[in-house]
Protein backbone atom coordinates (compact mmCIF):
# COMPACT_ATOMS: atom_id res chain seq x y z
CA UNK A 1 0.00 0.00 0.00
CA UNK A 2 2.83 2.34 0.78
CA UNK A 3 3.73 2.29 -3.33
CA UNK A 4 0.24 3.46 -4.79
CA UNK A 5 0.56 5.73 -7.72
CA UNK A 6 -1.97 7.12 -9.41
CA UNK A 7 -2.46 5.87 -13.14
CA UNK A 8 -2.17 8.43 -15.56
CA UNK A 9 -3.72 8.74 -18.82
CA UNK A 10 -1.02 11.44 -20.54
CA UNK A 11 2.09 10.38 -20.13
CA UNK A 12 4.28 13.07 -19.21
CA UNK A 13 7.90 12.21 -20.78
CA UNK A 14 5.69 12.70 -24.31
CA UNK A 15 5.31 16.52 -23.42
CA UNK A 16 7.95 18.67 -25.31
CA UNK A 17 8.42 21.65 -22.52
CA UNK A 18 9.39 24.24 -25.54
CA UNK A 19 5.78 23.43 -27.15
CA UNK A 20 3.56 22.56 -24.75
CA UNK A 21 0.41 23.14 -25.86
CA UNK A 22 1.21 21.53 -29.10
CA UNK A 23 2.27 18.27 -27.56
CA UNK A 24 -0.27 18.20 -24.79
CA UNK A 25 -3.37 18.20 -27.74
CA UNK A 26 -1.29 15.71 -29.27
CA UNK A 27 -1.19 13.28 -26.02
CA UNK A 28 -4.66 13.95 -25.18
CA UNK A 29 -6.22 13.25 -27.99
CA UNK A 30 -4.15 10.06 -28.84
CA UNK A 31 -5.91 8.90 -24.66
CA UNK A 32 -9.01 10.72 -25.97
CA UNK A 33 -9.49 12.88 -23.68
CA UNK A 34 -10.09 15.59 -26.17
CA UNK A 35 -12.69 15.30 -29.11
CA UNK A 36 -12.87 16.60 -32.32
CA UNK A 37 -15.33 19.38 -31.16
CA UNK A 38 -12.63 20.27 -28.36
CA UNK A 39 -10.05 20.28 -31.22
CA UNK A 40 -11.64 22.53 -33.14
CA UNK A 41 -12.91 24.68 -30.63
CA UNK A 42 -9.50 25.27 -29.24
CA UNK A 43 -8.51 26.26 -33.15
CA UNK A 44 -10.96 28.55 -33.62
CA UNK A 45 -10.03 30.35 -29.84
CA UNK A 46 -6.34 30.35 -30.95
CA UNK A 47 -7.70 32.04 -34.61
CA UNK A 48 -9.40 34.84 -32.82
CA UNK A 49 -6.66 35.44 -29.92
CA UNK A 50 -4.47 35.59 -33.13
CA UNK A 51 -6.64 38.49 -34.98
CA UNK A 52 -7.20 40.33 -31.77
CA UNK A 53 -3.40 40.51 -31.48
CA UNK A 54 -2.78 41.24 -34.91
CA UNK A 55 -5.31 44.00 -34.71
CA UNK A 56 -3.63 45.59 -31.61
CA UNK A 57 0.05 45.30 -33.45
CA UNK A 58 -0.94 46.81 -36.38
CA UNK A 59 -2.57 49.29 -34.05
CA UNK A 60 -6.27 49.01 -35.56
CA UNK A 61 -4.47 50.77 -39.14
CA UNK A 62 -4.36 47.38 -41.14
CA UNK A 63 -5.90 44.41 -41.07
CA UNK A 64 -2.97 42.59 -42.84
CA UNK A 65 -0.04 41.47 -41.53
CA UNK A 66 3.27 39.19 -42.93
CA UNK A 67 2.43 35.92 -42.18
CA UNK A 68 5.94 35.31 -40.44
CA UNK A 69 4.96 38.19 -37.92
CA UNK A 70 1.17 36.30 -37.24
CA UNK A 71 3.34 32.76 -37.05
CA UNK A 72 5.44 34.73 -34.84
CA UNK A 73 2.41 36.04 -32.15
CA UNK A 74 0.83 32.95 -32.52
CA UNK A 75 4.13 31.40 -31.72
CA UNK A 76 3.75 33.88 -28.49
CA UNK A 77 0.09 33.20 -27.44
CA UNK A 78 0.67 29.31 -27.34
CA UNK A 79 3.81 30.19 -25.47
CA UNK A 80 1.81 32.27 -22.94
CA UNK A 81 -1.26 29.67 -23.00
CA UNK A 82 1.25 26.43 -22.44
CA UNK A 83 3.51 28.52 -19.63
CA UNK A 84 -0.62 28.48 -17.85
CA UNK A 85 -0.77 25.11 -18.50
CA UNK A 86 2.45 23.81 -17.25
CA UNK A 87 1.40 25.24 -14.03
CA UNK A 88 -1.36 22.29 -13.54
CA UNK A 89 0.28 19.48 -11.05
CA UNK A 90 -1.20 16.81 -14.09
CA UNK A 91 -1.60 17.34 -17.62
CA UNK A 92 -5.30 16.22 -17.23
CA UNK A 93 -5.59 19.32 -15.25
CA UNK A 94 -4.37 20.93 -17.64
CA UNK A 95 -6.35 19.32 -20.54
CA UNK A 96 -9.70 20.06 -18.41
CA UNK A 97 -8.74 23.43 -18.25
CA UNK A 98 -8.42 23.46 -22.15
CA UNK A 99 -11.68 21.69 -22.38
CA UNK A 100 -13.47 24.38 -19.63
CA UNK A 101 -12.08 27.61 -20.70
CA UNK A 102 -11.81 29.77 -23.52
CA UNK A 103 -8.61 30.52 -24.92
CA UNK A 104 -8.54 34.10 -24.91
CA UNK A 105 -9.00 33.21 -20.83
CA UNK A 106 -6.11 30.70 -21.10
CA UNK A 107 -3.99 33.92 -22.34
CA UNK A 108 -4.89 36.28 -19.52
CA UNK A 109 -4.08 33.82 -16.99
CA UNK A 110 -1.09 32.48 -19.12
CA UNK A 111 0.14 36.19 -19.01
CA UNK A 112 0.40 36.77 -15.70
CA UNK A 113 2.43 33.81 -15.29
CA UNK A 114 5.20 35.51 -17.98
CA UNK A 115 4.83 38.32 -15.84
CA UNK A 116 5.29 36.85 -12.28
CA UNK A 117 8.28 34.59 -13.98
CA UNK A 118 9.30 37.91 -15.76
CA UNK A 119 9.67 39.75 -12.08
CA UNK A 120 11.40 36.60 -10.35
CA UNK A 121 13.94 36.44 -13.26
CA UNK A 122 14.68 40.19 -12.47
CA UNK A 123 15.35 39.33 -8.69
CA UNK A 124 17.81 36.49 -10.09
CA UNK A 125 19.83 38.67 -11.68
CA UNK A 126 20.14 40.74 -9.09
CA UNK A 127 21.45 37.84 -7.18
CA UNK A 128 23.53 36.61 -9.92
CA UNK A 129 24.92 40.09 -10.04
CA UNK A 130 25.69 40.21 -6.64
CA UNK A 131 27.15 36.62 -6.16
CA UNK A 132 29.48 37.39 -10.00
CA UNK A 133 32.76 35.82 -10.14
CA UNK A 134 35.12 38.31 -10.56
CA UNK A 135 36.90 37.06 -13.66
CA UNK A 136 38.21 38.90 -16.88
CA UNK A 137 36.85 36.29 -18.80
CA UNK A 138 34.67 38.54 -22.08
CA UNK A 139 31.81 35.99 -22.34
CA UNK A 140 31.00 35.72 -18.80
CA UNK A 141 31.09 39.39 -18.18
CA UNK A 142 29.10 40.00 -21.60
CA UNK A 143 26.39 37.84 -21.06
CA UNK A 144 25.75 37.41 -16.90
CA UNK A 145 25.47 41.29 -16.66
CA UNK A 146 24.94 43.09 -20.43
CA UNK A 147 23.36 40.26 -22.13
CA UNK A 148 20.94 39.91 -19.74
CA UNK A 149 20.47 43.51 -19.65
CA UNK A 150 19.48 43.37 -23.05
CA UNK A 151 17.00 40.52 -22.31
CA UNK A 152 15.35 42.68 -19.94
CA UNK A 153 15.20 45.55 -22.74
CA UNK A 154 14.11 43.75 -25.76
CA UNK A 155 11.41 41.23 -24.49
CA UNK A 156 8.15 41.55 -25.35
CA UNK A 157 5.76 39.63 -23.26
CA UNK A 158 3.03 40.64 -25.96
CA UNK A 159 3.91 39.57 -29.48
CA UNK A 160 7.16 37.26 -28.75
CA UNK A 161 6.85 35.98 -25.51
CA UNK A 162 9.11 33.27 -26.68
CA UNK A 163 11.60 35.42 -28.22
CA UNK A 164 14.72 35.89 -26.08
CA UNK A 165 16.40 38.19 -28.48
CA UNK A 166 19.62 37.29 -26.88
CA UNK A 167 22.32 34.52 -27.71
CA UNK A 168 23.48 34.00 -23.78
CA UNK A 169 26.63 32.57 -25.19
CA UNK A 170 28.87 31.80 -21.90
CA UNK A 171 27.60 28.05 -21.87
CA UNK A 172 26.34 26.79 -18.44
CA UNK A 173 27.90 23.17 -17.54
CA UNK A 174 24.28 21.74 -17.36
CA UNK A 175 22.69 22.65 -20.59
CA UNK A 176 19.09 23.98 -20.86
CA UNK A 177 17.08 22.07 -23.06
CA UNK A 178 13.81 22.29 -24.12
CA UNK A 179 13.49 25.91 -22.37
CA UNK A 180 12.34 29.34 -24.19
CA UNK A 181 11.24 32.91 -23.24
CA UNK A 182 11.63 33.92 -20.13
CA UNK A 183 11.53 30.07 -18.80
CA UNK A 184 15.09 29.74 -20.41
CA UNK A 185 16.57 33.09 -18.98
CA UNK A 186 15.27 31.90 -15.33
CA UNK A 187 16.75 28.51 -15.59
CA UNK A 188 19.97 29.50 -17.12
CA UNK A 189 20.46 32.70 -13.87
CA UNK A 190 19.84 29.76 -11.74
CA UNK A 191 22.71 27.53 -13.19
CA UNK A 192 24.45 30.84 -13.02
CA UNK A 193 23.94 31.14 -9.59
CA UNK A 194 24.56 28.08 -8.39
CA UNK A 195 27.87 27.77 -10.76
CA UNK A 196 28.77 31.31 -9.02
CA UNK A 197 27.91 29.93 -5.23
CA UNK A 198 30.39 26.72 -6.15
CA UNK A 199 33.08 28.88 -7.80
CA UNK A 200 32.97 31.42 -4.25
CA UNK A 201 34.15 29.04 -2.48
CA UNK A 202 37.61 28.77 -3.78
CA UNK A 203 39.61 31.94 -4.04
CA UNK A 204 40.20 34.12 -7.33
CA UNK A 205 43.91 33.95 -7.63
CA UNK A 206 43.62 30.59 -8.14
CA UNK A 207 40.56 30.08 -10.80
CA UNK A 208 42.88 32.60 -12.90
CA UNK A 209 45.88 30.28 -12.24
CA UNK A 210 43.73 27.44 -13.36
CA UNK A 211 42.01 29.06 -15.91
CA UNK A 212 45.89 30.15 -16.83
CA UNK A 213 46.97 27.00 -17.34
CA UNK A 214 43.72 25.99 -19.28
CA UNK A 215 44.66 28.22 -22.06
CA UNK A 216 47.04 31.79 -21.79
CA UNK A 217 43.90 33.44 -23.70
CA UNK A 218 41.43 31.72 -21.34
CA UNK A 219 40.02 35.52 -21.27
CA UNK A 220 38.77 35.77 -24.98
CA UNK A 221 37.71 31.92 -25.07
CA UNK A 222 33.46 30.55 -24.30
CA UNK A 223 34.43 28.19 -21.56
CA UNK A 224 32.62 27.47 -18.30
CA UNK A 225 34.41 28.49 -15.66
CA UNK A 226 32.95 26.42 -13.01
CA UNK A 227 33.11 23.12 -15.20
CA UNK A 228 36.77 23.93 -15.01
CA UNK A 229 36.85 24.20 -11.04
CA UNK A 230 34.90 21.53 -10.49
CA UNK A 231 37.06 19.19 -12.53
CA UNK A 232 39.97 20.56 -10.61
CA UNK A 233 38.20 20.26 -7.44
CA UNK A 234 37.14 16.58 -8.11
CA UNK A 235 40.54 15.90 -9.18
CA UNK A 236 42.31 17.07 -5.87
CA UNK A 237 40.00 14.91 -3.75
CA UNK A 238 40.94 11.71 -6.14
CA UNK A 239 44.66 12.46 -5.75
CA UNK A 240 44.12 12.78 -1.97
CA UNK A 241 45.00 16.99 -1.77
CA UNK A 242 42.57 19.48 -0.55
CA UNK A 243 40.31 20.34 -3.13
CA UNK A 244 40.57 24.46 -1.98
CA UNK A 245 44.36 24.28 -3.74
CA UNK A 246 42.95 23.67 -7.19
CA UNK A 247 46.19 22.03 -7.96
CA UNK A 248 46.90 19.28 -9.73
CA UNK A 249 50.96 18.51 -10.90
CA UNK A 250 51.20 16.76 -14.10
CA UNK A 251 53.12 13.40 -12.47
CA UNK A 252 49.61 13.10 -10.40
CA UNK A 253 47.46 13.40 -13.47
CA UNK A 254 50.34 10.60 -14.83
CA UNK A 255 49.17 8.55 -11.35
CA UNK A 256 45.21 8.95 -11.47
CA UNK A 257 45.77 7.82 -15.16
CA UNK A 258 47.07 4.64 -14.70
CA UNK A 259 44.58 4.35 -10.76
CA UNK A 260 41.61 4.91 -13.22
CA UNK A 261 42.69 3.30 -16.78
CA UNK A 262 42.38 -0.26 -14.84
CA UNK A 263 38.77 0.65 -13.98
CA UNK A 264 35.55 0.47 -16.04
CA UNK A 265 33.32 3.54 -16.55
CA UNK A 266 31.11 2.42 -13.97
CA UNK A 267 33.49 2.01 -11.25
CA UNK A 268 35.08 5.42 -12.56
CA UNK A 269 31.48 7.01 -12.14
CA UNK A 270 31.25 5.47 -8.75
CA UNK A 271 34.55 7.18 -7.71
CA UNK A 272 34.04 10.79 -8.99
CA UNK A 273 30.55 10.31 -6.87
CA UNK A 274 32.13 9.19 -3.96
CA UNK A 275 34.31 12.09 -4.65
CA UNK A 276 31.91 14.46 -5.04
CA UNK A 277 30.50 13.60 -1.70
CA UNK A 278 33.69 14.11 -0.04
CA UNK A 279 34.37 17.58 -1.85
CA UNK A 280 31.28 18.77 -0.70
CA UNK A 281 32.02 17.94 3.04
CA UNK A 282 35.57 19.67 2.71
CA UNK A 283 33.65 22.71 1.04
CA UNK A 284 30.85 22.34 3.83
CA UNK A 285 28.65 22.85 1.05
CA UNK A 286 24.87 22.71 3.35
CA UNK A 287 22.48 24.57 0.19
CA UNK A 288 20.85 21.77 -1.19
CA UNK A 289 19.78 23.66 -4.42
CA UNK A 290 23.21 23.92 -4.72
CA UNK A 291 23.79 20.48 -3.72
CA UNK A 292 21.50 19.14 -6.42
CA UNK A 293 22.72 21.27 -9.05
CA UNK A 294 26.55 19.41 -8.37
CA UNK A 295 24.67 16.28 -8.88
CA UNK A 296 23.52 17.12 -11.73
CA UNK A 297 26.57 18.47 -13.21
CA UNK A 298 28.17 15.38 -12.35
CA UNK A 299 27.28 13.06 -15.41
CA UNK A 300 29.15 15.83 -17.22
CA UNK A 301 32.40 15.40 -15.70
CA UNK A 302 31.90 11.73 -15.56
CA UNK A 303 31.49 11.48 -19.23
CA UNK A 304 34.93 13.70 -19.85
CA UNK A 305 36.86 11.97 -17.31
CA UNK A 306 35.73 8.43 -18.66
CA UNK A 307 36.34 9.89 -22.29
CA UNK A 308 40.00 11.47 -21.56
CA UNK A 309 41.39 8.24 -20.06
CA UNK A 310 39.90 6.74 -23.01
CA UNK A 311 41.74 8.39 -25.51
CA UNK A 312 44.78 9.12 -22.85
CA UNK A 313 43.98 12.80 -22.58
CA UNK A 314 43.29 13.29 -18.54
CA UNK A 315 45.96 15.97 -18.31
CA UNK A 316 43.32 18.15 -20.61
CA UNK A 317 40.86 17.27 -18.19
CA UNK A 318 42.91 18.27 -14.69
CA UNK A 319 44.85 20.91 -15.36
CA UNK A 320 47.95 21.83 -14.09
CA UNK A 321 47.78 25.16 -12.48
CA UNK A 322 49.68 27.47 -14.31
CA UNK A 323 52.89 29.71 -12.48
CA UNK A 324 52.26 33.26 -12.70
CA UNK A 325 56.23 33.22 -11.53
CA UNK A 326 57.40 32.24 -15.04
CA UNK A 327 54.93 34.42 -16.83
CA UNK A 328 57.02 37.60 -15.79
CA UNK A 329 57.52 40.40 -18.17
CA UNK A 330 60.42 42.81 -18.24
CA UNK A 331 60.71 46.21 -19.94
CA UNK A 332 62.96 47.25 -22.46
CA UNK A 333 64.25 50.73 -23.14
CA UNK A 334 65.08 51.98 -26.62
CA UNK A 335 67.58 54.92 -25.18
CA UNK A 336 68.07 58.34 -25.15
CA UNK A 337 68.16 60.08 -28.45
CA UNK A 338 71.02 62.39 -29.72
CA UNK A 339 69.89 65.65 -30.27
CA UNK A 340 68.81 66.64 -33.73
CA UNK A 341 71.86 68.29 -35.13
CA UNK A 342 74.30 65.93 -34.52
CA UNK A 343 71.61 63.05 -36.07
CA UNK A 344 71.52 64.74 -38.72
CA UNK A 345 74.99 65.42 -39.95
CA UNK A 346 75.40 61.64 -38.42
CA UNK A 347 72.59 60.52 -41.01
CA UNK A 348 74.34 62.88 -44.07
CA UNK A 349 78.03 61.47 -43.28
CA UNK A 350 76.27 57.38 -43.83
CA UNK A 351 74.57 58.35 -46.85
CA UNK A 352 77.84 60.12 -48.16
CA UNK A 353 79.63 56.68 -47.98
CA UNK A 354 80.14 54.71 -50.39
CA UNK A 355 81.01 51.20 -48.99
CA UNK A 356 79.16 49.55 -46.57
CA UNK A 357 81.99 48.75 -44.34
CA UNK A 358 82.59 52.50 -44.20
CA UNK A 359 78.99 52.91 -42.94
CA UNK A 360 78.72 50.46 -40.16
CA UNK A 361 82.13 51.98 -39.01
CA UNK A 362 80.07 55.19 -38.90
CA UNK A 363 76.99 53.03 -37.00
CA UNK A 364 79.10 51.55 -34.37
CA UNK A 365 81.45 54.78 -33.71
CA UNK A 366 78.17 57.31 -33.52
CA UNK A 367 75.09 55.17 -32.17
CA UNK A 368 74.83 54.40 -28.81
CA UNK A 369 71.44 54.19 -28.55
CA UNK A 370 68.33 51.67 -30.07
CA UNK A 371 65.99 54.93 -30.79
CA UNK A 372 68.65 56.24 -32.90
CA UNK A 373 69.65 52.96 -34.23
CA UNK A 374 66.14 52.66 -35.46
CA UNK A 375 65.68 56.28 -36.59
CA UNK A 376 68.65 55.41 -39.01
CA UNK A 377 68.03 52.29 -40.67
CA UNK A 378 64.96 54.55 -41.48
CA UNK A 379 66.02 57.70 -42.63
CA UNK A 380 69.48 57.02 -43.87
CA UNK A 381 68.20 55.58 -47.13
CA UNK A 382 69.48 51.87 -47.18
CA UNK A 383 69.49 49.03 -49.49
CA UNK A 384 67.72 46.16 -48.46
CA UNK A 385 71.01 43.93 -48.29
CA UNK A 386 72.60 46.88 -46.15
CA UNK A 387 70.02 46.96 -43.78
CA UNK A 388 70.27 42.83 -43.38
CA UNK A 389 74.01 43.28 -42.55
CA UNK A 390 73.93 45.96 -40.31
CA UNK A 391 71.39 44.14 -38.42
CA UNK A 392 73.98 42.06 -37.30
CA UNK A 393 75.59 44.54 -35.25
CA UNK A 394 72.60 43.90 -32.95
CA UNK A 395 72.20 40.96 -30.29
CA UNK A 396 69.02 38.69 -29.77
CA UNK A 397 67.03 41.02 -27.59
CA UNK A 398 67.74 43.97 -29.74
CA UNK A 399 66.47 42.43 -32.67
CA UNK A 400 63.11 40.99 -30.59
CA UNK A 401 62.79 44.63 -29.30
CA UNK A 402 63.04 45.88 -32.99
CA UNK A 403 60.57 43.38 -34.23
CA UNK A 404 57.97 43.98 -31.17
CA UNK A 405 57.70 47.74 -32.18
CA UNK A 406 57.66 46.83 -36.31
CA UNK A 407 55.36 43.24 -36.86
CA UNK A 408 55.62 42.36 -39.79
CA UNK A 409 51.92 42.22 -41.25
CA UNK A 410 52.19 41.89 -44.99
CA UNK A 411 48.32 42.49 -45.60
CA UNK A 412 48.60 45.84 -43.31
CA UNK A 413 51.68 47.26 -44.26
CA UNK A 414 51.00 48.53 -47.65
CA UNK A 415 48.16 50.72 -46.60
CA UNK A 416 49.32 51.88 -43.27
CA UNK A 417 53.08 52.03 -43.49
CA UNK A 418 55.63 54.07 -45.65
CA UNK A 419 58.00 52.70 -47.86
CA UNK A 420 60.61 52.89 -46.10
CA UNK A 421 58.85 51.10 -42.50
CA UNK A 422 57.48 48.47 -44.94
CA UNK A 423 61.30 47.69 -46.05
CA UNK A 424 62.68 47.31 -42.97
CA UNK A 425 59.70 44.92 -41.14
CA UNK A 426 60.41 43.20 -44.17
CA UNK A 427 64.31 43.30 -43.68
CA UNK A 428 64.06 42.04 -39.99
CA UNK A 429 61.65 39.00 -41.01
CA UNK A 430 63.97 38.04 -43.33
CA UNK A 431 67.11 38.48 -41.30
CA UNK A 432 64.96 36.39 -38.56
CA UNK A 433 63.87 33.76 -41.24
CA UNK A 434 67.46 33.40 -42.46
CA UNK A 435 68.74 32.37 -38.71
CA UNK A 436 68.95 29.35 -37.28
CA UNK A 437 65.95 27.55 -35.23
CA UNK A 438 67.21 27.77 -31.71
CA UNK A 439 67.59 31.63 -32.61
CA UNK A 440 64.05 32.30 -33.99
CA UNK A 441 62.85 30.00 -30.78
CA UNK A 442 64.83 32.70 -28.64
CA UNK A 443 63.26 35.61 -30.66
CA UNK A 444 59.78 34.17 -30.30
CA UNK A 445 59.74 33.73 -26.59
CA UNK A 446 61.66 37.01 -25.87
CA UNK A 447 58.56 38.68 -27.85
CA UNK A 448 56.22 36.65 -25.26
CA UNK A 449 57.60 38.63 -22.74
CA UNK A 450 59.30 41.75 -23.89
CA UNK A 451 57.26 45.15 -22.90
CA UNK A 452 58.50 48.54 -24.69
CA UNK A 453 58.80 51.32 -22.92
CA UNK B 1 -12.25 24.94 -41.36
CA UNK B 2 -13.53 24.91 -44.81
CA UNK B 3 -17.03 25.32 -43.15
CA UNK B 4 -15.16 28.86 -41.57
CA UNK B 5 -13.68 29.95 -44.71
CA UNK B 6 -16.31 29.76 -46.84
CA UNK B 7 -18.69 31.86 -44.08
CA UNK B 8 -16.05 34.20 -44.21
CA UNK B 9 -15.93 34.09 -47.86
CA UNK B 10 -20.07 34.45 -48.08
CA UNK B 11 -19.76 37.57 -45.69
CA UNK B 12 -17.09 39.01 -47.80
CA UNK B 13 -19.13 39.18 -51.06
CA UNK B 14 -21.96 40.26 -49.84
CA UNK B 15 -20.65 43.29 -48.35
CA UNK B 16 -18.72 43.78 -51.85
CA UNK B 17 -22.22 43.52 -53.98
CA UNK B 18 -23.90 46.08 -50.78
CA UNK B 19 -21.63 48.33 -52.01
CA UNK B 20 -23.44 48.58 -55.52
CA UNK B 21 -25.98 50.76 -53.32
CA UNK B 22 -23.79 53.22 -53.70
CA UNK B 23 -21.70 52.88 -56.90
CA UNK B 24 -24.87 52.56 -59.11
CA UNK B 25 -24.61 56.76 -58.68
CA UNK B 26 -21.80 56.45 -60.78
CA UNK B 27 -22.73 54.18 -63.38
CA UNK B 28 -20.54 51.26 -61.78
CA UNK B 29 -22.00 48.02 -60.91
CA UNK B 30 -20.07 44.19 -59.88
CA UNK B 31 -21.80 41.17 -60.80
CA UNK B 32 -21.87 38.08 -58.55
CA UNK B 33 -19.56 36.32 -60.41
CA UNK B 34 -16.99 39.57 -60.27
CA UNK B 35 -17.39 39.72 -56.38
CA UNK B 36 -16.16 36.38 -56.35
CA UNK B 37 -13.22 37.11 -58.71
CA UNK B 38 -12.37 40.38 -56.16
CA UNK B 39 -12.08 38.09 -53.22
CA UNK B 40 -9.98 35.34 -55.13
CA UNK B 41 -7.69 38.19 -56.72
CA UNK B 42 -7.36 38.99 -52.56
CA UNK B 43 -6.57 35.79 -51.66
CA UNK B 44 -4.27 35.63 -54.19
CA UNK B 45 -2.76 38.83 -53.66
CA UNK B 46 -2.41 37.92 -50.07
CA UNK B 47 -0.61 34.66 -50.52
CA UNK B 48 1.89 36.17 -53.27
CA UNK B 49 2.75 38.78 -50.75
CA UNK B 50 3.23 36.50 -47.66
CA UNK B 51 0.52 38.21 -45.75
CA UNK B 52 -2.51 37.32 -43.82
CA UNK B 53 -5.44 38.99 -43.34
CA UNK B 54 -8.52 38.97 -40.81
CA UNK B 55 -12.08 40.15 -41.17
CA UNK B 56 -13.02 41.72 -44.43
CA UNK B 57 -10.45 42.39 -45.71
CA UNK B 58 -10.06 46.14 -48.03
CA UNK B 59 -11.93 45.59 -51.33
CA UNK B 60 -14.88 47.51 -50.10
CA UNK B 61 -12.58 50.28 -49.10
CA UNK B 62 -11.46 50.37 -52.43
CA UNK B 63 -15.29 50.57 -54.15
CA UNK B 64 -16.23 53.04 -51.75
CA UNK B 65 -12.97 55.31 -52.20
CA UNK B 66 -12.42 54.91 -55.91
CA UNK B 67 -16.16 55.31 -57.37
CA UNK B 68 -16.16 58.85 -57.70
CA UNK B 69 -12.90 58.67 -60.05
CA UNK B 70 -13.44 60.02 -63.46
CA UNK B 71 -10.98 57.60 -64.56
CA UNK B 72 -13.69 54.51 -64.10
CA UNK B 73 -16.41 53.22 -65.83
CA UNK B 74 -18.18 49.97 -66.18
CA UNK B 75 -15.82 48.43 -68.63
CA UNK B 76 -12.64 48.77 -66.61
CA UNK B 77 -14.17 49.07 -63.00
CA UNK B 78 -13.62 45.42 -62.54
CA UNK B 79 -10.17 45.07 -64.24
CA UNK B 80 -8.71 48.35 -62.01
CA UNK B 81 -10.30 46.97 -59.12
CA UNK B 82 -8.11 43.72 -59.60
CA UNK B 83 -4.83 45.41 -60.13
CA UNK B 84 -5.50 48.12 -57.07
CA UNK B 85 -6.28 44.97 -54.63
CA UNK B 86 -2.73 43.42 -56.25
CA UNK B 87 -0.95 46.84 -55.99
CA UNK B 88 -1.95 47.64 -52.57
CA UNK B 89 -0.53 44.14 -51.13
CA UNK B 90 2.36 44.48 -52.69
CA UNK B 91 3.43 48.02 -51.45
CA UNK B 92 2.09 47.27 -47.84
CA UNK B 93 4.88 45.12 -47.78
CA UNK B 94 7.44 47.53 -49.53
CA UNK B 95 6.57 50.26 -47.14
CA UNK B 96 7.49 47.97 -44.17
CA UNK B 97 3.76 48.41 -43.04
CA UNK B 98 4.54 52.11 -41.88
CA UNK B 99 1.49 53.16 -43.54
CA UNK B 100 -1.99 52.80 -42.60
CA UNK B 101 -4.69 50.52 -44.63
CA UNK B 102 -6.80 53.76 -45.10
CA UNK B 103 -4.24 56.53 -45.69
CA UNK B 104 -2.52 54.11 -48.68
CA UNK B 105 -5.73 53.82 -50.43
CA UNK B 106 -6.10 57.52 -50.26
CA UNK B 107 -3.06 58.08 -51.31
CA UNK B 108 -3.49 55.47 -54.12
CA UNK B 109 -6.88 57.75 -54.93
CA UNK B 110 -5.14 61.08 -55.12
CA UNK B 111 -2.54 59.62 -57.34
CA UNK B 112 -4.85 57.92 -59.96
CA UNK B 113 -7.13 60.79 -60.10
CA UNK B 114 -3.91 63.23 -60.03
CA UNK B 115 -0.76 63.12 -61.50
CA UNK B 116 -1.32 59.38 -62.94
CA UNK B 117 -4.40 60.32 -65.14
CA UNK B 118 -5.91 56.97 -64.65
CA UNK B 119 -2.74 55.53 -65.10
CA UNK B 120 -2.28 52.42 -62.95
CA UNK B 121 1.25 51.66 -64.45
CA UNK B 122 2.05 55.23 -63.35
CA UNK B 123 0.64 54.90 -60.27
CA UNK B 124 2.27 51.34 -59.54
CA UNK B 125 5.81 52.06 -61.05
CA UNK B 126 6.28 55.77 -60.00
CA UNK B 127 4.39 57.30 -57.25
CA UNK B 128 3.71 54.30 -54.98
CA UNK B 129 7.48 53.06 -55.71
CA UNK B 130 8.46 56.85 -54.90
CA UNK B 131 6.25 57.08 -51.60
CA UNK B 132 7.70 53.34 -50.16
CA UNK B 133 11.11 55.04 -50.76
CA UNK B 134 10.13 57.82 -48.43
CA UNK B 135 8.96 55.71 -46.39
CA UNK B 136 11.91 53.46 -45.38
CA UNK B 137 14.33 56.61 -45.64
CA UNK B 138 12.29 58.33 -42.95
CA UNK B 139 10.29 61.38 -44.87
CA UNK B 140 6.58 62.03 -45.22
CA UNK B 141 4.98 59.68 -47.62
CA UNK B 142 4.51 62.44 -49.71
CA UNK B 143 7.49 63.94 -49.59
CA UNK B 144 9.33 65.20 -52.46
CA UNK B 145 12.84 66.09 -53.45
CA UNK B 146 12.39 67.51 -56.94
CA UNK B 147 9.51 70.21 -55.61
CA UNK B 148 12.21 71.06 -52.92
CA UNK B 149 14.74 71.83 -55.72
CA UNK B 150 12.83 73.79 -58.09
CA UNK B 151 11.41 75.84 -54.73
CA UNK B 152 15.36 76.42 -53.89
CA UNK B 153 16.12 77.58 -57.57
CA UNK B 154 13.27 80.01 -57.46
CA UNK B 155 14.69 81.74 -53.96
Given at each position: MENIERINAINKRNLNEEFYLQSLIEEATRCNLLSDNDIEKIQFGCLELLAYKVKCYNGLDSDSIRVEFAENIMKSNLYTISLYLKSFLLPEYAVEALQNTTISDLYDLGKRHVQSKLNATKHLHLLVVKNKLNTENYTYNSTVIDGIKGFFKLYDPDYSAHDIHITADYPTCYPIKNLVGVEFIKKYLENIYYENQFCSYFSLDK?????????????????????????????????????????????????????????????????????????????????????????????????????AIKINTLDKIFITRHNTEIDATFSFSFGVKMDNETYRNLIDNIMQCRFLSDKIDIIKNNIHSLSDFEDMLLDSELTKFEIMNILKLLNTVEIAALIKRHPYQPDTDALELKDNEIMLNSCLNNYVNLQTLFFQNQIAKILCCIDIE | MGFTNSIIQKQAINEILKCNDLTEHYGLILTHSQAIELFETRSYALNANGRIEFGGGIIDKFIKIFCDSPYLYMQNYAGTLHELIEIFYFYKNETLDLISDDDLIKFMKSCFDGSCQGSLELLAARELSKMARNLRYGYAFDYNEDKLDVAKEEE
Open positions: IHNLLLGYHKEYCALVINIFEQVFTSAIGCILIGVSAKTLTVSSNQVDKLYIELSSKTDQQIIEIIHKANLLLQKELSIKSKTLQTYLDKCLPVISSNICN | -
